[in-house]
Structures are given as structure tokens and as C-alpha cells.
């Protein structure tokens, strides 16, 4: 089981290391079997900064490539050669400089002061998919005129890093099967010398409403004591906030999109399985809970 300590953070703080962290989880039970570093953008944007383009010329030998000269913070401009159809002078934009190494899933490249075309260039100005934060190569990234030179793009993308604990968790302890359920663990061993405050988010905003239009049928009671629902309209399917995003991919779970991002995060957050139904498409108004009956078949 996957452990995020960003995500732990949420329920209980503590200003111990890893290493710390990684004991206290062995001696209470929940062995610590590997300590992987995740980052959100593989090579965590390392050598990007943001650059300004103060010049761009037609190269001379070349019809389709630019000559530009660009302000990166530094004491010189650099000179890049830039292929790309919409980089044009005055653009804030992400530049990998010398020695920068940038990857293609598993393939990396290594920036390098080279000569294209006759003409020298000292970095390159990237596309979203070059540095891992999109997928479009229509042309390079234009960011907006308030980003300031020379700021690393690590720190202008408010790109996250976290740490992922691999617990073997054995079959009796599926009470710490959950990012909760380890912070109240540890919460229990820490408060036997210095208290430490365990909480949950507020919910209190979120308000459940009286009656639901779907109506709820449990036909197996003795296999499913307990089913609950709740109804919420208005929901556009959409991406999920950056952090939701970033936890999960922390754990190894791709995001898809809010609504099923949401069940995923209550999951490793509680231990609680969830599933989200489209009212629309819910036959009858109502949600029947039994076994399958022999060689039935359902979509």
C-alpha cells in the first residue's frame, strides 16, 4: 500500500524525517518496505526558467527557424534557435537552458551549446509537451506578461514534490488500510510522549439533502447490511484541482476527472469505497442492491 506523506500531512503534522516516519510506521506494525521521491513532472522542471524573448529574426539559413535573443536573468541574453511558428519578440516564455536534461517518458536528452543551421544556439524555448505539462506542440508555451525573468519554472508552475511510503500492510490491519488510518496510528504512538492533533477536513459546508429523486433497494441484507447514497446535482464533469491531481498520481492512481478523482480520494483517504452513478442513467429512479441472479448479463 501506497502512503503519501504530503497527503499524511493533512490529518497530522509532524517536523520528523523520512527516516523517522519510516521507523515509527516498522515498530507499530506497518512495515515500511521501500521510500520512493515523486515528483509531479519527472526531472521536477530542474534548469527551466522563465525567459523573456527580447529579439527574433528570420534565420538566415533557414526558412523556418527564428533567431532569438532572450533574457533569462542571467548577465548575457542567450542566443536560441527556435523552430517554432508563434515565437515572436516581448514573450514571456519557459526556457531549458545548457545542461538541462529533459524527458520523453523513459528517453532523456541532454540541452547542449550547439550550432543549427550555422548559427549558434544556447538553449531551447519549450512546448508544453517538452517539459511535461501538457500534450500540445502546436508551438511553444506563452505564459503571461506577469511572469517575472528568471524565476525557475519549478517554482512558477508550483510544481510539487512528495515523498511515498510502501507499506506491507498484512490482512489483520486493514484498519490502516487508508492515508487516515496511518495518521491515526501514528497519532496513538506519538501521544504517549508529545500530543499530537489528529483532524479531518471540514465538511461542514457541504450540506446533504433531505430526499434524494433515487431510491435505494437492499435485496442481499445479509451480504449488504448497510448501503448509503447521496444525491448531488449540478455536477459538470471536468479536471480535478492540481492538489487532488497531484495525490493521486503520488500514489499511483491517474486522475480522470473530478467527479471519479473524488471517489478515488475518499478511498485513500478513509478506506471507504465509492462509486459514482449518473442519475440519468439509473433505470427506474432506483438503485437495487442483490446477487447476480445465474447467467445474468448487465451493461
Known amino acids: 500500500m501506497k502512503i503519501s506523506y504530503n497527503w499524511l500531512q493533512n490529518y497530522i503534522q509532524t517536523d520528523l524525517s523520512i527516516d523517522e516516519i519510516s521507523t515509527v510506521l516498522t515498530d507499530i506494525g506497518l512495515e515500511v518496505e521501500g521510500i520512493e521521491e515523486v515528483e509531479s513532472v519527472k526531472g521536477g522542471l530542474r534548469g527551466l526558467v522563465i525567459g523573456e524573448v527580447v529579439s527574433c529574426e528570420q534565420h538566415p539559413n533557414a526558412d523556418k527557424l527564428k533567431q532569438t535573443k532572450v533574457n533569462v536573468g542571467a548577465d548575457n541574453l542567450l542566443d536560441i534557435v527556435c523552430g517554432a511558428p508563434n515565437v515572436a519578440a516581448g514573450?514571456?516564455?519557459v526556457?531549458?537552458?545548457g545542461g538541462t536534461i529533459l524527458y520523453d517518458g523513459d528517453d532523456s536528452f541532454k540541452i547542449k551549446k550547439s550550432k543549427i543551421r550555422g548559427e549558434v544556439s544556447e538553449g531551447m524555448i519549450c512546448a508544453e509537451d517538452e517539459?511535461?505539462?501538457g500534450e500540445s506542440h502546436d508551438g511553444i508555451m506563452i505564459l503571461d506578461q506577469s511572469a517575472i525573468v528568471g524565476t525557475p519554472a519549478a517554482e512558477f508552475f508550483n510544481l510539487s514534490s512528495d515523498t511515498v511510503f510502501e507499506i506491507g500492510l498484512t490482512p489483520n490491519r486493514i484498519d490502516a488500510a487508508s492515508h487516515y488510518g496511518v495518521a491515526r496510528d501514528l497519532a496513538a504512538y506519538w501521544n504517549l510522549t508529545k500530543a499530537h492533533k489528529l483532524t479531518l477536513p471540514?465538511?461542514?459546508e457541504f450540506k446533504t439533502p433531505n430526499s434524494s429523486s433515487i431510491a435505494i433497494e437492499v435485496a442481499s441484507a445479509e451480504l449488504a447490511p448497510r448501503y448509503c447514497g447521496v444525491e448531488i446535482k449540478n455536477i459538470k464533469a471536468g479536471p480535478s484541482p492540481e492538489w487532488l491531481q497531484n495525490n493521486l498520481k503520488a500514489i499511483g492512481v491517474k486522475p480522470l476527472n473530478n467527479v471519479v478523482d473524488a471517489t478515488n480520494y475518499v478511498l485513500h483517504e478513509l478506506?471507504?469505497?465509492?462509486?459514482?452513478f449518473d442519475a440519468a442513467k439509473i433505470k427506474d429512479d432506483k438503485v437495487i442492491?442483490?446477487?447476480a441472479k445465474a447467467g445474468e448479463k448487465f451493461t
Open 91 to 93: 514573450q514571456k516564455v
Open 95 to 97: 526556457v531549458a537552458t
Open 131 to 133: 517539459i511535461g505539462l
Open 202 to 204: 471540514d465538511v461542514s
Open 271 to 276: 478506506s471507504q469505497p465509492l462509486h459514482a
Open 289 to 291: 442492491v442483490r446477487c
